[in-house]
Every structure is written in C-alpha cells, then in structure tokens.
C-alpha cells in the first residue's frame, strides 16, 4: 500500500479546466405589459490546467492581441458570439503539456457592443454604453513558453 502512495507522489498530472463568463443586458419590454429581457452581449471563455506543484510561478508573460481591424469592427456587432466561438474550438482542440506548457492560461473575450440603458428592474444602476471588441489573451510563466502558445 505504501509503494503505491508513493509512486502517486512522483507522477506528474495535470487537469484541464474552462470557464464561460457571459455579459448581459436588461432591456425594457416593448409594452408596459412585457416585461424586461436580458440580451447578451459578450462572452469570455478561459481555459488552462490545475497541476501539483510547490510553489506557484513567480512571474509571468502575456501577450494581448486585440483582433479588431477596421474591417472586423463593422462587422463585429453582428458576428461577435461566431468569433468568439471558432476561436474557442480551435483552443480547445490544443493539449496542454503538449502544445502549451501546462501553466499557460489562454482567454478569449469578444463583444458586439450595445447602447447605455437606464436604470431597470435587475440592473438597478443601469449601464454605460460599449463598442465591439474581440481579443485572444495568452499568460504563460516564462517567455519561451508564451511562444510556444503563439506558434
């Protein structure tokens, strides 16, 4: 029993993780007999891995790429969530430890944007307004390793 403690010890494992994070809107009904609705507006997917170690990276790189052109942005409003969602398959079809070094964090955040709201029932101080936004975010411990996340 005890040689099989120990073996557990010494091997090495990882555990992928995700996350989705989506932003809402509460808009008013169309008439006083409708009421409020939430439209999304954004998305934010995370993915990286849980790992046993002793003492977590001290420090850490990461790149932004923001990916709205001129052209992308006119467009955006209306393809945002089929963006965000393509660029979420292709990462997810990557294996950590393999393709990323297991300490890698990749985030993909993209939004169409929406207009200010006044306060409502469920968003008691209302929102600003916000423009289109999409971006691939990469945080890896060391230099070599972001890219290796770039390639």
């Known amino acids: 029993m005890d040689s099989d403690v120990e073996s557990l010890r010494s091997e090495r494992w990882i555990i992928p993780w995700s996350a989705e994070e989506v932003t809402y809107v ?3 009904g ?4 409708e009421g409020s609705k939430k439209e ?3 998305i934010e997917y995370r993915r990286g891995c849980w790992m046993q170690r002793r003492h977590a990276p001290l420090h850490s790189h990461s790149m932004h790429n923001g990916l709205c ?3 992308v942005e006119a467009r955006l409003p209306s393809m945002w ?3 965000a969602d393509k660029l979420w398959l292709g990462i997810l079809a990557l294996k950590w430890g393999e393709d990323l070094s297991p300490e890698s ?3 993909v955040e993209a939004a169409g944007g929406h207009k200010a709201a006044e306060p409502l029932e469920g968003m ?3 929102c600003s307004s916000s423009g289109p936004r999409a971006s691939v975010v ?4 060391t230099e070599r390793e972001l890219e290796q996340a770039r390639a």
Not at 30 to 33: H, V, Y
Not at 138 to 141: N, Q, T
């Open 124 to 126: 008691a101080s209302g």
């Open 26 to 28: 509460v808009l008013p």
């Open 105 to 107: 964090v990749i985030i």
């Open 138 to 141: 990469i945080i890896a411990p």
């Open 40 to 42: 999304e507006v954004a």
């Open 81 to 83: 969530r089929e963006l």
């Open 30 to 33: 169309e008439n006083k007999f």
């Open 69 to 71: 052109g001129p052209d």
